[in-house]
Nanobody, 129 residues
Framework: QVQLVESGGGLVQTGGSLRLSCAASGRTNSEFYIGWFRQAPGKEREFVSAIYWRRGTTYYGDSVRGRFSISEDNAKNTVYLHMNSLKPEDTALYYC??????????????????????WGQGTQVTVSS
């Protein structure tokens, strides 16, 4: 089992920045990807970004590429989502999730919420216009 706790959400103006954190505990010595997803009211859960834990491979959704970046701090068992040039349409509940793997997975697998095994409770990001 892996437990996840997100933090760092809040209210920010258009063009501003936030850094979300996802702290992992439990079986962190396993092979896994950590993904960030978001869900706005009335919309489906959307892939934002993912990173292959301790391997460095990263993926980004089209709507955030070039504005967001993902990084990890292995010593703290934490993954960060750095969000820049925020827009009102980035407003959503942001979740991190873990997918246990045996090795590298491609974008189509990493970006599908149904493939993830463990989820955090989410952190709200609101971007005002």
């Amino acid at each position: 089992q892996v437990q996840l706790v997100e933090s760092g959400g809040g209210l920010v103006q258009t063009g501003g920045s936030l850094r979300l954190s996802c702290a992992a505990s439990g079986r962190t010595n396993s092979e896994f990807y950590i993904g960030w997803f978001r869900q706005a009211p009335g919309k489906e859960r959307e892939f934002v970004s993912a990173i292959y834990w301790r391997r460095g491979t990263t993926y980004y959704g089209d709507s955030v590429r070039g504005r967001f970046s993902i990084s990890e701090d292995n010593a703290k068992n934490t993954v960060y989502l750095h969000m820049n040039s925020l827009k009102p349409e980035d407003t959503a509940l942001y979740y991190c999730a873990v997918k246990i793997v045996l090795g590298y997975i491609d974008f189509s697998i990493a970006s599908a919420p149904r493939n993830y095994n463990y989820w955090g409770q989410g952190t709200q990001v609101t971007v005002s216009s």
